[in-house]
């Protein structure tokens, strides 16, 4: 079965940087888009970013743009989000997603999921 694992979470102070891995365990790795979500305490689970089965095409919700990236290297059958300055309304549980769709958008449906990576954003 497709499984995917999230790492990289912790605790941060407010501007600093943290980056999360997702490993896939699929053989066509490369064939599908990938995705992150996020989902703090009390609140709905929201989508973050994706980025396309090649890697070339990513796009991120406004709250993130400037400050989170979203990248893939599918010879580890890794997709990685980096988030720089980093604030407190960032910390949240944070979601790896696999799509069927190369080239997901923002209104996919993400076909699976990880099981969550938690990120602590102190002020």
């Known amino acids: 079965q497709v499984q995917l694992v999230e790492s990289g979470g912790g605790l941060v102070q407010a501007g600093g940087s943290l980056r999360l891995s997702c490993v896939g365990s699929e053989r066509t790795f490369s064939s599908h888009g990938m995705g992150w979500f996020r989902q703090a305490p009390g609140k709905e689970r929201e989508f973050v970013a994706v980025?396309?089965?090649?890697?070339?095409?990513?796009k991120s919700t406004d709250s993130v743009k400037g400050r989170f990236s979203i990248s893939r290297d599918n010879a580890k059958n890794t997709v990685y989000l980096q988030m720089n300055s980093l604030k407190p309304e960032d910390t949240a549980v944070y979601y790896c997603a696999g799509y069927s769709n190369y080239y997901p958008s923002v209104y996919d449906r993400p076909e699976v999921w990880g099981q969550g990576t938690l990120v602590t954003v102190s002020s």
């Open positions: 980025i396309s089965g090649n890697g070339g095409v990513t």
